[in-house]
């Protein structure tokens, strides 16, 4: 009978543009309330979710955390038995630790064949074969940069190199366009890792091999570049001091006030945030880039996103209504368009390029094209101590608490402790 629900239920949001109003009231689950939590780069609009409520009956109660709190939470709650919410954020670090405890309702049946050939992100949020997550932010990195900075440098192309980089940071820096040209995040945060991932790719490397032992520790490995050139930027003038103490999406302010040149870890879903007059003040000059790299070849990794049902949930059939409406493609494109989340459907970014609708496109399928998973055997549950290990030699190690060799001595160690817990 709750099956015949759910159907129900979900054919109303398909059939809603021909229903009056009455009749969509009239669902078989409206009138129940939703619980949602997500980060602010995927809070809906509020008319986005009044049209959900209106097609479907189903009402929502949107709460809004930062990345670290949603998972401090999910967490607490969870041990406790407890629904943190109806529907949360699962980030792709996250999936090892969630899977393995339990945490989380199998979405299995909810995506058809068709679906996951459309969400080819969906293998990232499987565990022990059960789905726990459907992508909804097709998140991987690149370089976006300040076209008209470069220009005031005389700088015709973007870096293609990390040497090329620095190089045009510093004639930025020197022809004043800008005080620090570098926008990086160095607080003790989760998007302090992923950056530093992100350099160990572009220099070379990886960060453990398919034993899962550390490739970072030799100062002639990727991993070690790639910190030694995060503190030396820093100790050079091109990142802000201040970036100690901010995190990523407050380091993607100084970029988008023109206080920087360079997001070196730029979202890729942010183009759209960047280059909307109303929502940046560098609109007409931001543009993305493919990612320099030692060689000049790019590479990057994928960090997308997807939203989930706690096992605790008690409202799982309303929860699954939404969870659907979310990553349908027409909530994808209209999500893209308000809030920068490129669209984990193939089929709706191709239709967004090909519509001229997609910021930097070209740069984007390109970098999309040599996505690379961060952990080749998948995300292991030992992940979030590892990052949070990360994180924190970082900030000291810019806090200059820290040498780089301490700091990476650190990292080996805290990773080889996480993974005999």
């Known amino acids: 009978m709750k099956r015949k629900m759910l159907v129900a239920a979900v054919a109303a949001i ?8 009455g009749a969509q009231v ?25 049209r959900f409520t209106k097609q479907t009956g189903i009402k929502l109660s949107l709460q809004t955390l930062g990345w670290d709190e949603i ?25 090892g630790q969630f899977g393995s405890s339990g945490w989380y309702e199998p979405l299995n049946a909810t995506v058809d064949a068709a679906t996951t050939k459309d969400l080819p992100a969906t293998a990232i949020f499987t565990y022990d074969k059960k789905l726990i997550g459907i992508p909804y932010n097709n998140d991987f990195r690149l370089l976006i ?7 005031a440098a005389g700088i015709a192309q973007p870096p293609k190199t990390l040497a090329e980089l620095l190089a ?7 022809k004043g366009a800008v005080k620090f040209p570098i926008a990086l995040p160095l607080s003790a945060t989760e998007g302090t890792a992923t950056a530093w991932y992100l350099l160990t790719k572009a220099f070379g490397g990886d960060l453990f091999d398919n034993k899962l032992k550390p490739l970072f520790t030799s100062p ?18 091109l990142i802000d001091p201040a970036s100690t103490g901010l995190k990523d999406v407050e380091v993607q302010e100084l970029f988008k006030n023109g206080q920087a040149s360079f997001d070196v870890a730029g979202w890729a879903g942010n183009l759209s945030v960047y280059t909307d007059p109303s ?17 000049g070849k790019t590479r990057t990794f994928g960090l997308p996103e997807a939203v989930g049902i706690p096992a605790a949930s008690t409202h799982k059939e309303a929860a699954e209504v939404f969870v659907r409406w979310f990553v ?27 519509s001229g609708k997609l910021a930097s496109g070209k740069a984007l399928l390109a970098q999309a094209a040599v996505v690379e998973p961060l952990f080749k055997q998948g995300t292991p549950a030992w992940y979030p101590q590892f990052s949070s290990a990360v994180s924190t030699a970082i900030n000291q190690a810019a806090k200059g608490q820290l040498t780089v060799d301490a700091a990476i001595k650190q990292i080996a160690a805290q990773a080889a402790e996480a993974q005999e817990q």
């Open 14 to 21: 398909v059939l809603c543009a021909t229903l009056p109003v």
């Open 26 to 50: 009239a669902a078989p689950l409206a009138g129940q309330t939703v619980t949602v939590l997500l980060p602010p780069w995927a809070t809906l609009p509020k008319d986005m979710t009044d």
């Open 71 to 95: 998972r401090t939470k999910i967490i607490t709650a969870s041990i406790a038995g407890s629904p943190p919410a109806d529907v949360t954020e699962i980030d792709w670090s996250w999936v």
């Open 145 to 151: 940069f300040n076209r008209q900075h470069l220009s």
């Open 168 to 174: 045009d940071a510093k004639a930025i820096k020197d």
């Open 220 to 237: 002639d490995s990727a991993g070690y570049k790639a910190l030694a050139w995060e503190i030396d930027a820093l100790k050079a003038g």
């Open 279 to 295: 929502k940046s003040k560098v609109a007409t000059v931001a543009e993305g880039a493919l990612m320099p790299t030692l060689s």
């Open 328 to 354: 349908a493609p027409e909530t994808q494109t209209e999500s893209y368009t308000a809030l920068g989340n490129l669209p984990t459907r193939t089929s709706v970014l191709k239709s967004l390029d090909d």
